[in-house]
């Protein structure tokens, strides 16, 4: 199931929105390719939180304190 920016997986929901965008276009890419679902959340994940790291931005949203 190929993902959007306002439809993506449950364990991407904590990345910042740019991060999380690269993900979704990297996990799409790598389904395209016939991976497992699993496997590309994985790695898409992984290499758009290393794309976000070259880049200087910020990875995840930030809790509220409770």
Same mark, same amino acid.
């Given at each position: %199931?190929? $993902?959007?920016? !306002?439809?993506?997986?449950?364990? %991407?929901?904590? +990345? %910042? ?13 790598? +389904? ?18 290393? $794309? ?6 910020? +990875?995840? !949203? ?5």
């Amino acid at each position: %199931m190929p $993902w959007t920016k !306002k439809e993506y997986p449950a364990s %991407m929901k904590n +990345l %910042m929105a740019p991060v999380r965008n690269k993900a979704v276009e990297i996990a799409n890419a790598l +389904l395209r390719d016939g991976r497992e679902e699993g496997s590309a959340i994985a790695i898409a994940t992984s290499q758009a939180e290393e $794309w976000a790291q070259k880049r200087g931005m910020k +990875l995840r !949203k930030t809790r509220a304190a409770a």
